[in-house]
């Protein structure tokens, strides 16, 4: 996988989103094994050193978004993610993570073509960064993009927040941005 100029480093990300200034792992004390809320496993996740000593350390809150896309149908898949950040926002989580080519399925291209695969930030992906922005939440979210220059399709993975952060493309020699 190569990363687009387009996308900061993982602590360039972390940090402009204000989480915390390191990405080194520490762990956390396990949640209580009788409850099985989610709200009782946020702290699951505590990252690197804190912003000072005063402000404690802080925890990053996942959600991956176990979704059921169907194959060929991008609307309905949009909107399950819509939702699912929606749900995950709710829960309190700060990052939401979707599945690879989560919106047309795999082998969709028999049934739908490529056609309606667009140069990225389309319509839908500036609308769901709209969303992620007024949720305060980063969505990592999989979308088929076209290069306008060659034409040429990517299976990209988009970093969405407050805007659109950047994307990676998962292919070899693919074209500069």
């Given at each position: 996988?190569?990363?687009?100029?387009?996308?900061?480093?993982?602590?360039?990300?972390?940090?402009?989103?204000?989480?915390?200034?390191?990405?080194?792992?520490?762990?956390?004390?396990?949640?209580?094994?009788?409850?099985?809320?989610?709200?009782d496993h946020r702290k699951a996740a505590t990252l690197g050193p804190a912003g000072s000593p005063s402000s404690g350390d802080r925890s990053l809150t996942v959600a991956f978004l176990h979704l059921a896309p169907e194959l060929a149908e991008v609307d309905r898949n949009r909107s399950l993610i819509e939702y699912g950040t929606r749900v995950a926002a709710d829960s309190g989580a700060a990052w939401v993570l979707s599945g690879e080519l989560v919106v047309p399925g795999y082998r969709f291209?028999?049934?739908?073509?490529?056609?309606?695969?667009?140069e990225q930030p389309d319509s839908w992906m500036r609308r769901l960064a709209r969303l992620c922005s007024d949720l305060r939440v980063a969505s990592f979210v999989s979308h088929p993009e076209r290069e306008t220059l060659t034409g040429k399709l990517f299976n990209s993975l988009f970093v969405i927040g407050r805007p659109i952060l950047g994307s990676a493309v998962d292919t070899c020699g693919s074209p500069p941005r």
């Amino acid at each position: 996988m190569r990363i687009c100029s387009l996308l900061p480093s993982a602590t360039e990300i972390v940090a402009d989103l204000g989480l915390v200034e390191s990405l080194s792992a520490r762990s956390a004390p396990s949640p209580p094994t009788t409850s099985t809320s989610p709200a009782d496993h946020r702290k699951a996740a505590t990252l690197g050193p804190a912003g000072s000593p005063s402000s404690g350390d802080r925890s990053l809150t996942v959600a991956f978004l176990h979704l059921a896309p169907e194959l060929a149908e991008v609307d309905r898949n949009r909107s399950l993610i819509e939702y699912g950040t929606r749900v995950a926002a709710d829960s309190g989580a700060a990052w939401v993570l979707s599945g690879e080519l989560v919106v047309p399925g795999y082998r969709f291209e028999p049934l739908i073509g490529t056609n309606w695969i667009a140069e990225q930030p389309d319509s839908w992906m500036r609308r769901l960064a709209r969303l992620c922005s007024d949720l305060r939440v980063a969505s990592f979210v999989s979308h088929p993009e076209r290069e306008t220059l060659t034409g040429k399709l990517f299976n990209s993975l988009f970093v969405i927040g407050r805007p659109i952060l950047g994307s990676a493309v998962d292919t070899c020699g693919s074209p500069p941005r």
